[in-house]
């Protein structure tokens, strides 16, 4: 009855891809797989209406995680809200 967790997708400005924004998890359920399951849904979603790729900005101190989902870097580092981040994608057509 709570919410362990959540994010938003919206339509990318570029080639039809969307864009992942906000992956959030609540402190209590981190280290619980929530984002992977959560990530798992999005991705299911974005097969099922032939979405060409899933785009996001990740912070560097959780790349890791995104690559261990098939996420690949690209670019240079950058900082968001004084925070270092960097972009990444995944193709699914």
């Known amino acids: 009855g709570e919410i362990a967790g959540c994010c938003?997708?919206?339509p990318s400005k570029d080639n039809g891809k969307y864009t992942l924004g906000r992956l959030a998890i609540?402190?209590?359920y981190r280290g619980q797989s929530y984002g992977s399951l959560i990530m798992r849904k999005v991705?299911?979603?974005?097969?099922?209406?032939s979405i060409p790729a899933l785009e996001l900005s990740a912070q560097v101190r959780v790349r890791p995680f995104y690559e261990a989902l098939g996420?690949?870097?690209s670019g240079d580092e950058y900082l968001d809200e004084g925070c270092?981040?960097?972009h990444m994608e995944k193709a699914f057509i």
């Open 26 to 28: 609540r402190k209590k």
């Open 84 to 86: 270092p981040h960097i």
């Open 71 to 73: 996420y690949i870097a």
């Open 8 to 10: 938003r997708v919206f």
């Open 43 to 49: 991705e299911a979603w974005i097969k099922k209406n």
